[in-house]
Structures are given as C-alpha cells and as structure tokens.
C-alpha cells in the first residue's frame, strides 16, 4: 500500500557535495564551534606542556630551585586538568556531531524518497538507497566528527611554530617548512584515493542491490532452476568489489604508512638538529627537553590533519552519493495554484476512457495486466494523466488532498517490520471492531488466530514468517482498515485459494457499502460479485455491463475471463 509522502521543509542544497556538508554545519553549528573550542584547548595544553617541562628544568633543576620547580610543576598539573577536561568535553561534542549528521543525512534521505514516492524505484536501485544507511552516512558524520581535532591540529601547529621561532629561528624554520611538505606528500595520494573509493563504492551500491533482488526473488529463482546462475552472477561480481576494495586498500594503506613514517622523520630532524644545538651552546638544556617534546607532539597534530583529509576526502564521496538521491525530482509535482477535490463524484480516465462510478463496487477486466496496473496508477496519481474526480481534474488538487480520497493498493506494497497491529493500522484511529470488521472481510482472521499473540504478535521484515496469499490478505485487510472514500485494489486475490477467494469476493462488497470501490481481475469469482464490469482491451474500455451480461455478448471478454480460445 502506496503511502502519503511526508513534507520536507529543510531540504538541503542538493547542487555540490561541499554545500551539503555545509547545510549539515549550519544546521549543528553550535556543537561544532563547543567542539572545535574544547577540541583547540585540549590540544593546545598538550602543546604547552613541553614547553612547562623546559622551564621547570631551566629554572628549577639547573638551578636548583625548589620553589620555581614547584611553581612549573603547578603549571603543569594545572595543563594537565585542564587537558582532561576539555578532552572529555570535546569528545562529547566529537561525537555527538558525528551522530547529528548520520541520523540528519537519513532523515534527508527518508523524507525526500517518500517524497519521490513511486519515482524513486523507478531512477534508484534498491542498493544504492540502503548502502547509503549502511555505509555513507557514518562517512559524512566522519567529516564533521574530525572538525573539532583538525582546527586543534592547525591551531596547536601555528603555536608550536612561535614557540620555537622564538626559542631557536632554526628549529622553528624546520617545523614551518618540514608541515607544508608533509602535508604536500598526503595530499599526493588522496586523489587517487579518492577515485577508487568513487568506484568501490559504486559496485558496492550495485552488488548490494543485486543481492536484495536476488533475496526477494529467491522462491521463483529456485522454481525456474535459476539459483545457481545468479549466485554465479553475484560471486563474480562480488569478487570484482573484492579487487576494488583491495585497490582502494592499497592507496588508504600507504597512507596511513605516511602518516607515521613522516612524523617519525620528523620527529627524528627535530631532535638531531636540537641536540647540535644544545651542544653549540645555542639553546639551554631546557630548550632542548622542550624541542623534543614539540617534536613527539607534533607527530598527532599531524597524523590528525592527514586523518582529517582522508576523512573529509570519505565524507565528499559519501555526499555525492546522498546527493544523487536528492537531485531526483518527482514525476509528478504540485499545481501552482491548487484545487479542492470534491467528496463525491465519477473518477474518470480519459486516455482508457473508464469511469468508475460513486459508491459502487467495479471490477475492471483488462486483457493485458499491465494495462490495468497502467490505469491503476493514473486513478492514483502515481503516473501522468489526464483524470479527474467529479469534473475536477486531479493535477489541480495537491498530491496531499489526492492521497486522502484515493488508496490505491498493489502487491508490490510491503509488510513492514513491528507490532501486527500497528501494522494494518498505522495511524492508530481504528477500533478493534474496525480491525476485526476487515480481517474478517479479507479472510484473514485465521492468518491473525494462527499466531500465538494475534493482534500483537511482532511482524518480521516483508512479513516473511507468512505465505504470500497471508501476506495478500494482510495487505488487503490494512487497505479496509484504512477505509478511504475511493479504494482501488489491485489483483487483490491473485495469491489465495479459490474457497478464500469465494469468500472475499463475497465480503467485499458489503464491507464497502456506499463507498466507491474498483478492482482489477478476472476472476470469475469477483466478476460475478461486482455491481459493475468493464472490460478493457488494448488499454481501452471495449464494453461494460454486469459479468453474466458481457459473458452472453462479448466473446472477447469471455475468452479472457475463461482462459478459453474462442
């Protein structure tokens, strides 16, 4: 059962990937700024502590000053608290921006496909929208996740640069030029990394989408004997995911490889020319404590900032890929200015030229399936076309308003996971006489008596624990549950046996006394229980009547109905 789309008043920027991960900042703003605040002073007290030890052994040690050692000592405990302080503080805010833009990213997405409504299956494969909850979306709360260490990272970077500047020109020159090229050297390798995870993560999307359709089809898989040659299909393109999952492997490894040989060289320049320096007497045993300790620190500023690219670098791609989800406009859009539909009246399909009358039952018999689905989804506005209730066409009413008059029900319509009783009800408005009422009419309580909780018993994903005519029946039950003015249920008994189809043909009507009503089959079984038949050849209606009427005088009809050769 098609369901109403939710309004999405804060739609982000839908034109680069950059201006998403922007619309996710002003939208968390403040968690990002407390971040990055508590992120640069929790790094900058590490920044300042090799700094404390230097004047403790300067001032205290070399002089044997108890009191100034005390005092340095002070100080550091005091970076020390501050430190494991703010620490806490910005991982909280780290991580609380991390979970912000994940679960925003998925309401995006969520609201914009119901949005889209039956436009989406039609553009997007089924994997690519849930390799986006599985794997995008922890990317993108990456990117901002990684703001409040990487500010500190350049912050404490620039500070460190002073201070050495203005212990020693020299070994400030080598931290201000020894960053640039680190940085230079990561930055060599996140455009190819770049690249190949742009293409796993586009066989991820399919493959993952092969798997779902593989999964839901399985039963007619086996029937066909086809199993074994789609699990040839998948294995083969899964080992193609494997080699590029391999490929990206290898750029992200010698990155990572980089992010601890460079800072280690570093590490290793910066001491050697220290020490040369203590020994020439140009900096103070202290100075030279500190200048070691610069270069140990220096070592995860740096491995942040490459952290930083490789996680902003994810994060693009992942936006991208949320974006191309966004950018899909509806098939079908709003009038400028709308109309009200009115409560009763003839729903008309120009192109089929069917009309289906108020508060009768109608059974549409159409040659060709495809056709009746067709004229299904033009009654319920989910395809173009020209069709209007009582005079009014439905493009000049909102998509809303439409909705709220028509149901249309299929089976590609889903039981969804949860609590069978929110499941046939989900806006909570039925009563449990209400409830009942339709079960019985869709031959269903047996369905609800068979489960050792009934009404409350929990439904698996796609109602799996259930054949396919419980699940029809379940579906055609939440359709009567629902109880809108105009119902159009698609091949509603295609999946049952002909005793229960015998009882709901017979139910229907009457459970739908004074309400429009229109059914797509051949059943016999329903033909003869409708008020009204018409019979559609080639996508037109041909000829209309009671079931036994068009049986006696049009042969076409009857040899469609029979499965008879005339």
């Given at each position: 059962?098609?369901?109403?789309?939710?309004?999405?008043?804060?739609?982000?920027?839908?034109?680069?990937?950059?201006?998403?991960?922007?619309?996710?900042?002003?939208?968390?703003?403040?968690?990002?700024?407390?971040?990055?605040?508590?992120?640069?002073?929790?790094?900058?007290?590490?920044?300042?502590?090799?700094?404390?030890?230097?004047?403790?052994?300067?001032?205290?040690?070399?002089?044997?000053?108890?009191?100034?050692?005390?005092?340095?000592?002070?100080?550091?405990?005091?970076?020390?608290?501050?430190?494991?302080?703010?620490?806490?503080?910005?991982?909280?805010?780290?991580?609380?921006?991390?979970?912000?833009?994940?679960?925003?990213?998925?309401?995006?997405?969520?609201?914009?496909?119901?949005?889209?409504?039956?436009?989406?299956?039609?553009?997007?494969?089924?994997?690519?929208?849930?390799?986006?909850?599985?794997?995008?979306?922890?990317?993108?709360?990456?990117?901002?996740?990684?703001?409040?260490?990487?500010?500190?990272?350049?912050?404490?970077?620039?500070?460190?640069?002073?201070?050495?500047?203005?212990?020693?020109?020299?070994?400030?020159?080598?931290?201000?030029?020894?960053?640039?090229?680190?940085?230079?050297?990561?930055?060599?390798?996140?455009?190819?990394?770049?690249?190949?995870?742009?293409?796993?993560?586009?066989?991820?999307?399919?493959?993952?989408?092969?798997?779902?359709?593989?999964?839901?089809?399985?039963?007619?898989?086996?029937?066909?004997?086809?199993?074994?040659?789609?699990?040839?299909?998948?294995?083969?393109?899964?080992?193609?995911?494997?080699?590029?999952?391999?490929?990206?492997?290898?750029?992200?490894?010698?990155?990572?490889?980089?992010?601890?040989?460079?800072?280690?060289?570093?590490?290793?320049?910066?001491?050697?020319?220290?020490?040369?320096?203590?020994?020439?007497?140009?900096?103070?045993?202290?100075?030279?404590?500190?200048?070691?300790?610069?270069?140990?620190?220096?070592?995860?500023?740096?491995?942040?900032?490459?952290?930083?690219?490789?996680?902003?670098?994810?994060?693009?791609?992942?936006?991208?890929?949320?974006?191309?989800?966004?950018?899909?406009?509806?098939?079908?859009?709003?009038?400028?200015?709308?109309?009200?539909?009115?409560?009763h009246g003839v729903l008309a399909d120009v192109k089929s030229g069917l009309s289906v009358r108020p508060g009768v039952l109608t059974v549409l018999a159409a040659d060709r399936p495809e056709d009746a689905i067709e004229i299904a989804d033009r009654l319920g506005r989910y395809a173009d076309g020209e069709v209007t209730l009582g005079g009014v066409p439905l493009s000049a009413a909102t998509r809303d308003e439409v909705r709220a008059r028509i149901l249309v029900a299929d089976n590609n319509a889903r039981l969804f996971s949860g609590v069978l009783r929110e499941e046939l009800d989900p806006t909570g408005a039925a009563d449990v006489a209400r409830i009942a009422a339709a079960l019985h009419?869709?031959?269903?309580?047996?369905?609800?008596?068979?489960?050792?909780?009934?009404?409350?018993?929990?439904?698996?994903?796609?109602?799996?624990?259930?054949?396919?005519?419980?699940?029809?029946?379940?579906?055609?039950?939440?359709?009567?549950?629902?109880?809108?003015?105009?119902?159009?249920?698609?091949?509603?008994?295609?999946?049952?046996?002909?005793?229960?189809?015998?009882?709901?043909?017979?139910?229907?009507?009457?459970?739908?006394?004074?309400?429009?009503?229109?059914?797509?089959?051949?059943?016999?079984?329903?033909?003869?229980?409708?008020?009204?038949?018409?019979?559609?050849?080639?996508?037109?209606?041909?000829?209309?009547?009671?079931?036994?009427?068009?049986?006696?005088?049009?042969?076409?009809?009857?040899?469609?109905?029979?499965?008879?050769?005339?």
């Open positions: 059962m098609r369901s109403l789309p939710v309004a999405d008043p804060g739609t982000p920027d839908s034109r680069s990937a950059t201006r998403y991960v922007w619309w996710l900042a002003t939208h968390q703003f403040r968690t990002i700024g407390f971040g990055m605040f508590f992120g640069i002073t929790w790094m900058l007290t590490a920044a300042l502590m090799p700094m404390v030890i230097g004047k403790a052994i300067d001032a205290g040690i070399t002089t044997r000053d108890t009191s100034a050692l005390a005092q340095w000592a002070g100080a550091f405990l005091l970076l020390g608290l501050v430190q494991a302080a703010s620490g806490i503080m910005r991982h909280r805010n780290a991580v609380f921006n991390w979970m912000s833009a994940n679960f925003r990213t998925v309401q995006a997405v969520v609201r914009h496909a119901n949005a889209l409504g039956a436009t989406l299956p039609k553009r997007l494969a089924t994997g690519e929208v849930v390799a986006i909850g599985a794997a995008d979306t922890s990317h993108i709360g990456n990117a901002l996740d990684i703001t409040a260490r990487g500010s500190a990272a350049v912050v404490s970077l620039v500070t460190v640069t002073v201070i050495l500047l203005t212990a020693s020109v020299k070994l400030g020159l080598v931290v201000l030029l020894g960053v640039p090229v680190q940085m230079a050297v990561v930055s060599l390798l996140i455009k190819p990394l770049h690249r190949r995870q742009q293409a796993y993560r586009d066989q991820q999307g399919t493959l993952t989408g092969r798997a779902t359709d593989i999964v839901a089809g399985l039963r007619v898989l086996r029937g066909i004997g086809g199993e074994q040659v789609f699990a040839g299909r998948y294995r083969e393109q899964s080992q193609q995911l494997r080699e590029a999952g391999v490929r990206a492997a290898r750029i992200d490894s010698l990155l990572e490889a980089i992010q601890v040989l460079m800072p280690g060289l570093f590490l290793a320049l910066v001491t050697w020319i220290g020490a040369r320096l203590a020994v020439a007497g140009e900096i103070q045993p202290g100075d030279l404590a500190a200048a070691y300790g610069y270069a140990a620190f220096l070592i995860m500023p740096l491995r942040t900032l490459a952290e930083m690219m490789e996680k902003m670098t994810r994060g693009h791609v992942s936006a991208g890929r949320v974006l191309k989800v966004l950018r899909l406009e509806p098939e079908i859009t709003g009038p400028a200015q709308p109309q009200a539909l009115p409560e009419t869709a031959g269903a309580e047996e369905v609800v008596d068979a489960l050792p909780d009934g009404l409350d018993a929990f439904v698996a994903e796609r109602g799996r624990e259930f054949s396919g005519g419980q699940q029809q029946r379940l579906r055609l039950a939440r359709a009567l549950v629902a109880d809108p003015p105009i119902l159009i249920l698609v091949e509603p008994t295609s999946a049952v046996d002909a005793h229960t189809e015998a009882r709901i043909a017979d139910r229907l009507g009457a459970a739908r006394q004074g309400r429009t009503t229109l059914v797509t089959a051949t059943s016999p079984l329903l033909l003869d229980r409708a008020d009204h038949v018409v019979y559609v050849e080639d996508g037109k209606v041909l000829a209309e009547g009671t079931h036994r009427e068009l049986l006696a005088a049009e042969p076409r009809y009857r040899a469609v109905v029979t499965r008879s050769v005339e």
